[in-house]
């Protein structure tokens, strides 16, 4: 930037330039990067068919292995909520049985938050991002890395089982709530229950596996100039969400095993002393209020563990796709872990209604709206970063801009349940349903597809199609407006969630009743737009057009392989350089409006870089 | 990184930003498997804080009396009851397990392949007979004493639900350490980490670093111990 700072650099680079190796050919002062700090990563080599592709240790392949396996499972629940919006629309109809309706509303809730998000952004894209974006040939433990998927395939198998035990499975709601959930009354509260604790400890020690995996490599496993502060946000936002998981998935596996015993031993941790049909239980003396608050330390920071890989992608596509480097990058990365750090701390905001001394419900209404102050920091630098950009309105574009918007009407219904006086009358209706699906379902969902659209040609070589594309992201970008809209209204006149039938009543407006078969309409519409999209993936991996290599023209390590998609070890013989950010886009006094991750200073002398 | 070029870094409060501000690594010249087992460790102290946070919220929040610890885990002794008398030695042979771990780390990086041996066999021996004294004291609570899961004599429930789900968590995590330490007592004498035999399921080379990892491991099962001990026995 100024001349003096280059003067320093150069005079430090001269002093030092013997410890390090630098590449015959160019100039050594201002290309100085410090020599390698430890030996190339010992491989493991595949080589058969079945260790190629099936128990692969190949980051890459583990990443398409998470994301095909979390997108079918994700089907699933996405066929869940067409069955429920029909038993919503026409009651009439006797589509599904009460036990039925609550029963596909958990697995959906549940499948979607943790079988298809979670395990997409960080078992899908952390695997086959970190190690790309980072600069090495794989994560640092790739047979650990294996099992995590195979644990992870395992905790879907057994959820899945449970359709299929007597009982069904659990229908207690994605929270799990006790004493409800293991009391007979409630569907699945015997083998279905079961089977989903179990499942989800298999998760969760499955995730763990992989999440050392994520942090080991970001942080011991870096390029040769490869700074924290040079990490695409992808990576910063993988991170900061895999160190929540680890922090906060032990609450969930504590709980869970809780109740397990509850369930299976007759122990009373959660289930006071009741009566049930008629007769007085065994249990005595437990608590439910523990359960929700060791379920929801775990849940609150889960939304973020969603979210922030959302962020750090989103903030990738727009510069990227707006040939600008991202707006107070430093800025982004502090809003990332911040929000991280603030997500432990707000817990309890989902139990305003729960009986609660009130102080504690002011002191989490205070936590949770100091997290809006670094949310908004972010939307912020996005549109600033959109602001006087080069807007390419390519369909991984169109996808970041639908989430911007999406997010930002999410996180404004957040604000209102936020308060502990504006949700308790709208606790447990509509609104509480449209807000969560807004900001965690449709907003990181829209971010996937940004990311498939941008990513596609680096795993297959070959481009999405484009107009199919287009189709798609209207009619779920809008569709999804349609859907979740009226809900929105819904809330507001008092219409309650989890209720399996709503029919013309005195308690219920009509207009609720019209909405009812709207948004009916619309989901299936956007659920099949979705086929679509499947149909549109399997279609360009067979025969897309074919990509040229880093077809975006993006600066970040991924697209610098070699060959792509990349090879096994990444990188080829040498692994790459970094001597800046990934944000070079448009730079004053550069020849093309992109400079590479790798492209060293004295081949871009005259350009006005940032210092990174 | 090798030594000449770690002793170079700052010291101190003055390497945090400069580890934090450099490439390539942030902990300069950790092993991988050591940073990863700090990590997981903590996500560990995290379960074992729930855990222990669950009991103390039970305990509190229950109407029923708390049995008396003293009594309960007493043990006769010439027909003396001795409170805690099996818990003490229980504890004074984990604690010293994990002294002798320390040693066997300390001989395996001089390479001295049959003291580090000797040591890891004495760790798993001393680990082997907490686990077999804590499953002495199960059975003695559950067949003699009658405490159950659901329910015991002596008062609130809960007592019991607590006491084997939380003892159970950490045996389990002792017994793991146990298989782990014979397995590499046996890898030491085979003189694995001497050679970088690659291993059976990661075929990544051995090193002397993993008894290290290990023994980062069974202190830190050793010091959750301490917690359990003291909140369990002591309160």
Not at chain 1, 43 to 56: A, C, E, G, I
Not at chain 1, 124 to 135: D, H, R, S, T, Y
Not at chain 1, 405 to 423: C, E, P
Not at chain 2, 5 to 24: E, F, M, T, V, Y
Request: neutral net charge.
């Amino acid at each position: 930037m100024s001349d003096e700072f280059d003067k320093k650099i150069e005079a430090k680079a001269d002093t030092i330039v013997d410890a390090g190796s630098v590449p015959s050919g160019s100039a050594p002062g201002i290309d100085y990067v410090p020599a390698h700090e430890k030996p190339d990563q010992e491989l493991y080599h595949s080589h058969s068919w079945w260790t190629t592709y099936v128990f692969s240790q190949d980051a890459k392949y583990i990443g398409i292995q998470y994301a095909i396996t979390a997108i079918g499972t994700g089907l699933i629940g996405l066929v869940l909520s067409w069955m429920m919006r029909l038993q919503l629309a026409f009651p009439g109809l006797g589509i599904l049985e009460p036990s039925a309706y609550y029963q596909f509303i958990t697995m959906h809730g549940m499948i979607m938050v943790i079988y298809l998000l979670t395990a997409l952004f960080l078992g899908g894209f952390g695997n086959l991002l970190i190690p790309l974006m980072c600069g090495a040939r794989d994560m640092a433990f790739p047979y650990l890395n294996m099992v995590s998927y195979w644990a992870f395939l395992l905790a879907v198998l057994i959820l899945l089982s449970s359709f299929f035990v007597p009982g069904g499975p659990t229908g207690a709601g994605w929270t799990l709530y006790p004493p409800q959930a293991i009391t007979s009354g409630t569907p699945g509260s015997s083998a279905g229950i079961v089977l989903m604790l179990i499942s989800l400890c298999v998760f969760v020690a499955g995730f763990t596996m992989g999440g050392l995996n994520y942090i080991i490599t970001m942080l011991q496993s870096r390029a040769r100039g490869m700074t924290l502060m040079r990490l695409p946000l992808t990576c910063w936002g993988i991170f900061t969400a895999t160190v929540l998981a680890l922090l906060a998935f032990p609450a969930l596996l504590v709980g869970c095993i809780m109740m397990t015993l509850d369930n299976l031993l007759g122990t009373s941790f959660f289930m006071p002393a009741m009566i049930s049909m008629g007769e007085k239980l065994s249990y005595d003396g437990g608590s439910p209020l523990l359960f929700q608050h060791l379920f929801w330390f775990f849940g609150h920071p889960e939304v973020y563990i969603i979210a922030l890989p959302a962020f750090g992608i989103i903030s990738d596509l727009i510069s990227v796709h707006a040939r600008k480097n991202i707006f107070g990058y430093r800025m982004m990365v502090w809003a990332i872990v911040g929000i991280g750090a603030l997500s432990f701390f707000v817990w309890a905001h989902h139990m305003y209604v729960s009986g609660m001394t009130p102080w504690f419900g002011y002191f989490f209404a205070t936590t949770t709206l100091i997290i809006a102050v670094p949310t908004a920091i972010k939307v912020y630098n996005w549109v600033l970063t959109l602001w006087r950009g080069n807007i390419h309105l390519t369909l991984p574009m169109l996808f970041a801009l639908a989430f911007i918007v999406t997010f930002v009407n999410g996180g404004l219904t957040g604000i209102f349940l936020g308060n502990v006086t504006v949700d308790v009358p709208l606790s447990d209706t509509y609104f509480v349903v449209a807000h969560f699906h807004m900001v965690m379902g449709i907003a990181p969902i829209l971010v996937v597809f940004g990311a498939i659209y941008h990513w596609f040609p680096l795993i297959t070589g070959r481009m999405l199609h484009e107009g199919i594309g287009r189709i798609h992201f209207w009619v779920t970008f809008l569709g999804s407006y349609a859907i979740y809209f009226p809900m929105h209204y819904q809330g507001f006149v008092g219409v309650p969630r989890r209720y399996f039938e709503i029919y013309d009543s005195p308690y219920i407006t009509t207009s609720t009743l019209h909405l009812n078969v709207f948004i009916t309409i619309a989901a299936l519409i956007v659920g099949a737009a979705q086929l679509l999209f499947l149909f549109n993936l399997i279609y360009s991996a067979r025969a897309g057009e074919k990509a040229e290599k880093n077809p975006w023209k993006a600066n970040s390590l991924e697209w610098l392989t070699p060959e792509m998609p990349p090879g096994h070890g990444n990188f080829g013989k040498e692994l790459p350089v970094v001597y800046r950010w990934a944000y070079d886009f448009n730079v004053p006094g550069a020849d093309k409006d992109y400079i590479p991750q790798t492209v060293p200073p004295s081949e871009v002398r005259y350009a006005k870089v940032e210092k990174t | 990184m090798d030594q000449a070029a770690l002793k170079k870094l700052p010291r101190g409060w003055k390497s945090i930003p400069s580890d934090l501000n450099s490439d390539q690594t942030a902990f300069k010249g950790v092993n991988w498997g050591k940073a990863m087992m700090w990590i997981f460790l903590l996500s560990d102290t995290f379960i074992f804080s729930c855990f222990l946070l669950s009991y103390m919220t039970g305990r509190g929040s229950t109407v029923l009396p708390w049995p008396n610890p003293s009594q309960v885990f007493a043990l006769n002794f010439m027909g003396v009851p001795v409170p805690l008398l099996l818990i003490a030695i229980m504890t004074f042979v984990l604690i010293t397990s994990s002294g002798t771990m320390a040693m066997a780390v300390k001989y395996g990086y001089e390479k001295n392949r049959k003291l580090c041996g000797t040591f890891l066999l004495l760790t798993a021996l001393g680990g082997l007979t907490f686990v077999g004294m804590q499953a002495f004291e199960w059975s003695k609570l559950i067949f003699h004493e009658g405490v159950r899961p659901w329910s015991n004599p002596y008062g609130a429930p809960q007592f019991g639900s607590f006491f084997f789900m939380i003892t159970g968590f950490h045996g389990t995590h002792v017994s793991i350490g146990v298989i782990f330490l014979f397995i590499f007592t046996r890898k030491v004498f085979r003189g694995d980490f001497d050679s970088g035999r690659k291993g059976y399921f990661t075929s990544m080379k051995s090193d002397y670093v993993a008894i290290e990892i290990l023994g980062l491991y069974w202190h830190f099962v050793d010091l959750v111990w301490v917690f359990i001990f003291a909140f369990f026995y002591l309160w």
